[in-house]
């Protein structure tokens, strides 16, 4: 029974504090990969949540798709909060401390963030939980078969994300750890095992070397070069490389990804629940009947924490799920320490402070001071500068229960009433190309009466600013009227390259350097700001030729 009212509780929570519009972002993206299942290894493509989105939303057909989706992310995660309960009684065998473990995991910022909104890391993470359930179920109760459906399910995982992956240090410590001791395992049940992953990986498998055939133009021979091609496109190095591991950073940079990573782990438990976890973990370590347990859980922790901390990305909290959600497991240990020693008067305050998340993050969005704060912080990413004239940051980022959050279905609706029809509109992913392209037109058949010119700001390049710019000229010399959502990253590419074409002879470099306010007090084309929503001061940007 205290299972269903883990289950209940996790569905109520998300379900009530979930997104009921489309987001900014990823959300829309994932939506129309889902709709259109374009399988393959392409590290954003993710493959299990595409196929359980897909099916997902046939199901649900007669709900809005966006919000169909979202109800997904809900039940994977409230499936993850269910599964870190049960690792945590099979660790205990306490329901009542494993109830209270999992209720603190359900209010962790990453964990509530990504079950209220379109995201497939929920998935990741319930099977992350699945897997822990099954190798703690193991050691307490035996039963090979649990073993090989984890390491199947940790397999199947690398389908839908290839940071899953991360865990095969972990099963391999396992392994071994199972073939050593007495008694052990025999040789052929380790290859079950092996078997096992390979078998859940095995879709992932067909798909890359799918792809690797493509580039290589068969099989074989080896062609190492088409091989790190494909690996590069499976893993994001192509696009995100520089984010991970970088190197040359300046000490002042160093230091705050450091503290920043520390303080995303404060903000994931801003209450006992971090020294409750503490104390979990000394006590794992300790429990010398499930030394199996922890080798395998402090060496998929570990991997994580390395890899996660070194992805030096503005959303580093979404990365470092595995880490928070993992963390759940020596939370319900600690709880369990707590109600074994402590007294009513200290247990029961102690205990109260797990519900203090909710007072926290909602109040970003009803304490003035505080939202001051955390739009500090927010703006210590330089990439939410591109973005805070048009959504909150602080809000949108810090906040998970966002039921009412509806700025990108008004900002979208505004320029579809406000751009003139026939016009051309050069927009970002960041900003609002995703929700129209993916959301409005594709999944509702929305005309947009203008045509949107889409740029992905990681994938810019000097090629693509040059292709965009010509076609903006063209554009404006055939009288069209033309449009870009903000003079800043990385539209400014583009107008600075348009400045180029019309006169040849100007110097790269300088008009690159120029500030903004110098850039439109010598460009050679007039820019208007066109006020697209009376009540914000949302604007777009028109360009004309001539003085």
Request: aromatic share 16%; hydrophobic share 55%.
């Amino acid at each position: 029974m205290p299972a269903g009212f883990v289950l209940a509780g996790s569905l109520l929570l998300y379900g009530f504090t979930a997104m009921r519009s489309p987001g900014w972002l990823d959300a829309t993206l994932i939506l129309s990969i889902a709709r259109n299942l374009p399988l393959g290894v392409w590290v954003n493509t993710h493959n299990l949540f595409s196929l359980a989105g897909h099916a997902w939303m046939a199901m649900l057909r007669f709900l809005d798709p966006h919000f169909a989706l979202t109800l997904l992310s809900v039940l994977f995660g409230s499936l993850t909060v269910l599964l870190v309960y049960s690792a945590g009684r099979e660790l205990t065998g306490s329901r009542l401390a494993s109830a209270i473990g999992a209720a603190g995991l359900a209010l962790s910022h990453s964990l509530w963030w990504h079950s209220t909104m379109i995201e497939v890391y929920t998935l990741n993470s319930a099977l992350i939980a699945l897997t822990l359930f099954l190798v703690f179920r193991y050691f307490r109760a035996g039963g090979f078969g649990h073993l090989v459906v984890a390491f199947f399910a940790a397999g199947l995982g690398v389908f839908n994300h290839v940071l899953m992956a991360l865990f095969v240090p972990a099963l391999a410590a396992l392994v071994v750890y199972l073939a050593v001791r007495r008694p052990g395992i025999a040789w052929w049940k380790a290859a079950i095992l092996v078997l096992a992953y390979a078998a859940g990986a095995a879709p992932y498998a067909v798909l890359f070397l799918q792809q690797y055939s493509w580039l290589a133009g068969g099989l074989l021979p080896l062609d190492v070069n088409a091989f790190t091609s494909t690996l590069a496109y499976a893993t994001g190095t192509q696009t995100f490389g520089s984010f991970l591991f970088p190197t040359g950073l300046a000490a002042g940079q160093k230091l705050f990804w450091r503290l920043n990573y520390l303080f995303l782990i404060a903000w994931n438990f801003p209450s006992a629940a971090f020294g409750l976890a503490a104390w979990g973990l000394w006590r794992f370590w300790r429990m010398k009947a499930r030394r199996g347990c922890f080798l395998f859980f402090g060496v998929g922790i570990a991997a994580q924490i390395i890899w996660s901390a070194n992805y030096l990305i503005w959303d580093m909290y979404a990365f470092s799920l595995p880490v928070y959600v993992m963390l759940g497991v020596p939370l319900i240990l600690g709880v369990d320490a707590l109600l074994a020693a402590g007294r009513d008067r200290v247990r029961i305050p102690v205990l109260a402070t797990l519900v203090f998340p909710v007072l926290l993050y909602t109040g970003i969005s009803w304490l003035p001071g505080f939202h001051a704060l955390m739009s500090r912080y927010t703006s210590l990413y330089r990439e939410t500068a591109y973005v805070s004239d048009l959504w909150d940051p602080a809000v949108y980022v810090m906040n998970p229960a966002r039921p009412g959050y509806r700025e990108a279905e008004k900002y979208c609706t505004a320029l579809m009433k406000r751009l003139p029809r026939g016009s051309h509109f050069w927009d970002n992913d960041a900003r609002a190309d995703y929700p129209l392209r993916f959301y409005y037109v594709e999944a509702l058949g929305r005309k947009l009466g203008f045509t949107l010119h889409s740029q992905f700001g990681l994938t810019v390049t000097p090629e693509s600013v040059l292709e965009d710019a010509q076609a903006m000229l063209r554009a404006l010399h055939a009288g069209f009227p033309v449009f870009v959502s903000t003079l800043g990253f990385p539209e400014r590419a583009v107008l600075d390259q348009l400045w180029l074409l019309i006169d040849p002879g100007a110097s790269a470099d300088d008009v690159r350097e120029l500030s903004l306010t110098e850039f439109r007090a010598r460009m050679p084309f007039r820019i208007e700001e066109v006020h697209i929503e009376p009540d914000r001061s949302w604007v777009v940007y028109r360009l004309r030729l001539g003085e």
